[in-house]
């Protein structure tokens, strides 16, 4: 079989098994294309040699909810959950045409630098703010990967516009973590609304100045891009939508949210921070 004609056919799967379920985009990247791996327990899961990535775009756009105090991609029931039940869909088929080969599904804690991953599967390009923007869903999808051991030829990158001369992000960053030189990680709001422990003063207060008890949408509502993005085609990440987290709600949200990986304490003090000034 020629690498055009297992392309050809990994993509028929891909595309059946996960059209049903919602996901409209998708591409390839080998993994020796990558510039590396990231730290984390996953990597040794990742082929010895060659292999690829399956990338994923999981859009999560549910409608605007002015008042909401929890990032957008947090409206929704854990995307952990979500993401990993329509991979393990797409997985059988791929497992059924290919029974000598390994399919290992990734979302969110993953060696793979997503971000580099979707530029070269063709599925968009790197943005000011360190995001995958992509012409269909600006930055508002999720990015996921199956790794296999197939060698499957790469299908990016394309040819997109880019930013420009755009900085909204820039300006709009709060703290002046994002720049022209990347991501100051200690400085962002949405790091440090996920920090535990005590925090210092000047983070305190950017808590409170930010009203989000999870997360900072800023530079993400600043860029042109995700103006008039369609809503998610992915039934489950329109459904159970909760804008607001109260003392009252949270131990039940956080038990079916991405933000309760983080415990009920953090969320707590977030919320104090907010509604009492500390």
Same mark, same amino acid.
């Given at each position: 079989?020629?690498?055009?004609? #297992? &392309?050809?056919?990994? $993509? ?19 993994? /020796? &294309? ?12 990742? /082929? ?16 605007? %909810? ?5 990032? $957008? ?27 000598? *080969?390994? %399919?290992? /599904? ?19 390009? $790197?943005?000011?703010?360190?995001? #995958? ?8 999808? %999720?990015? =996921? ?14 040819? %997109?516009?880019?930013?420009?001369? =755009? ?10 973590? !994002? ?19 005590? !925090?210092? /003063?000047?983070?305190? *207060? ?9 997360? =900072? ?26 804008? $607001? ?18 415990? *009920? ?14």
């Amino acid at each position: 079989m020629t690498s055009g004609d #297992l &392309a050809e056919q990994v $993509r028929a799967l891909v595309e059946q098994a996960a059209r049903p379920l919602g996901v409209e985009r998708f591409g390839f990247c080998p993994l /020796p &294309a990558l510039s590396g791996f990231l730290e984390c327990r996953g990597k040794g899961r990742l /082929p010895k040699e060659g292999g690829s990535a399956i990338v994923l775009l999981l859009p999560y756009q549910a409608g605007e %909810f002015p008042g909401r105090n929890v990032a $957008r991609y947090a409206l929704c029931d854990d995307y952990h959950t979500i993401a990993g039940n329509i991979l393990e869909q797409i997985l059988c088929p791929l497992g059924e045409a290919f029974p000598g *080969e390994a %399919f290992l /599904p990734f979302v969110d804690s993953s060696p793979i630098p997503e971000v580099e991953a979707g530029v070269l599967a063709g599925l968009g390009f $790197r943005g000011r703010n360190g995001q #995958l923007i992509t012409p269909w869903y600006g930055s508002l999808a %999720f990015v =996921c990967e199956v790794v296999t051991t197939l060698g499957l030829p790469q299908t990016g990158p394309e040819d %997109f516009p880019g930013c420009g001369d =755009c900085r909204r992000c820039l300006a709009a960053c709060p703290t002046g973590a !994002l720049s022209e030189g990347g991501l100051e990680r200690a400085r962002c709001r949405s790091h440090i609304t996920q920090k535990k422990g005590a !925090l210092t /003063p000047w983070e305190t *207060e950017e808590v409170r100045r930010g009203g989000l008890a999870w997360g =900072c949408d800023l530079c993400t509502a600043a860029c042109p891009h995700n103006r008039e993005v369609p809503f998610t085609t992915i039934p489950a990440m329109g459904q159970g939508l909760e804008p $607001r987290l109260t003392p009252e709600n949270l131990s039940a949200l956080a038990a079916r949210k991405s933000y309760g990986w983080r415990g *009920e304490g953090v969320l707590r003090r977030n919320l104090s921070i907010i509604n009492n000034g500390g």
